[in-house]
């Protein structure tokens, strides 16, 4: 699942009871425990633009995590949470 770059909206949730939670509540849960495998190393997460939409992917297996730039120390890191993690 998730093997291709897939719109945020196609998954999460459905809600199956009018009830119960709304799709805005489906969504931003979903996009939270996205946001923990994307820290984790375990997905890709993408926007083309502002306001866009959001699409995600699973990582492959033993595919390396991106360094970023961190503009504090000016090495090679992986930033989370406004931190700075040296590799």
């Known amino acids: 699942r998730l093997a291709d770059w897939t719109p945020l909206d196609q998954v999460a949730p459905r809600p199956e009871d009018p ?29 083309t633009a502002p306001f866009a939409d959001l699409y995600l992917k699973r990582r492959g297996l033993g595919q390396p995590l991106e360094l970023t730039p961190c503009h504090e120390c000016a090495r090679q890191t992986w930033i989370s949470r406004r931190r700075c993690y040296l590799l």
């Open 19 to 47: 009830e119960g939670p709304s799709q805005a509540s489906y969504t931003a849960s979903t996009l939270s425990a996205s946001l923990e495998l994307v820290k984790e190393g375990a997905m890709d997460i993408r926007q």
